[in-house]
């Protein structure tokens, strides 16, 4: 059975992603999705970023394009106005007035920096010879776990991104992976199963299987996203990240709405 719901969806608003928010419901209604939650990019607190956000002035036109959808397809799909907010320690106070502008349904926490490097980004790519892979890693984990605690987030997104272009840790940081573990559940936040990992040359979905079973051996909750920044990617790859989720011993799902979970919904 495909998910509910699509809980990461971009919009041509934050500059890399393509299509209007109404192609993308279009492309969920041809899916067979219930559900699709816009998070697109939230603009940076910390310095404007133009290209890779929205800025703070479009925040109004975000809710107004997304809130035009939900009307229009109101009897055909729920539609769900979320964002997808960058972790920056030191600028939570500002995130959270940046967050709380609209009522979003949720916020996705992503960790994409570290010490101000878009480790993921394409652009940056080159920087990593000046990291040690492992290092990467862990001071990765040490920001998940800061911004599950921060309480800005009710889920996190792409929970093992710096392995996007093939880099993996070379020592065993499942301690790492655990201790993270127990934050995202003393801390309430879900956990994104992200299926754009498949589209990178990473080719695995964002979290690696092992890592997934831990979260779910410590009880977290689960939400299902595709990342995409093309209406053709809208629930891509679901049937696989069923599949993920299973293996890992998922058996459950869930959907929020006012920040809070509206649903706990079966895997089979
Ligand atoms: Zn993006
Ligand atoms: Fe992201
Ligand atoms: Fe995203
Ligand atoms: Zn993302």
Redesign the pocket.
Same mark, same amino acid.
């Given at each position: 059975m495909l998910p509910y719901a699509d809980n990461h969806i *971009?919009s041509s608003l934050?500059g *890399?992603?393509i299509g209007s928010p109404e192609d993308y419901v279009k492309q969920a209604l041809k899916t067979g999705l219930q559900e699709i939650g816009f998070s697109d *990019?939230a603009p940076m607190v910390h310095k404007p970023m133009p290209h890779?956000t929205m800025s703070l002035k479009e925040l109004p036109l975000y809710q107004a394009m997304i809130e035009d959808v939900q009307k229009q397809y109101a009897t055909q799909i729920s539609i769900k106005i979320a964002l997808e907010a960058d972790f920056m320690p030191g600028y939570e106070n500002k995130t959270e007035a940046m967050t709380n502008s609209y009522p979003y349904d949720y916020i996705i926490g992503s960790v994409h920096f570290i010490d101000d490097w878009a480790f993921d980004d394409p652009a940056h790519r080159e920087y990593w010879k000046n990291y040690n892979v492992d290092d990467v890693f862990r001071k990765y984990y040490a920001l998940l776990r800061q911004s599950a605690q921060s309480g800005l987030y009710q889920i996190i997104g792409h929970c093992d991104l710096p392995k996007k272009f093939g880099a993996r840790p070379s020592l065993d940081l499942s301690h790492e992976i655990k201790e993270t573990a127990r934050v995202f559940k003393d801390s309430g936040v879900a956990i994104e199963i992200n299926t754009s990992g498949l589209r990178k040359p990473i080719a695995e979905i964002y979290p690696d299987l092992n890592s997934l079973k831990i979260y779910h051996d410590f009880g977290v909750p689960l939400v299902f996203g595709s990342d995409a *920044?093309d209406p053709n990617d809208v629930g891509r790859d679901f049937e696989t990240a069923v599949k993920w989720a299973l293996s890992a011993g998922y058996k459950e799902y869930v959907i929020f709405k006012n920040k809070k979970i509206e649903k706990v919904l079966p895997l089979l």
């Open positions: *971009h934050c *890399h992603a *990019h890779v *920044h």
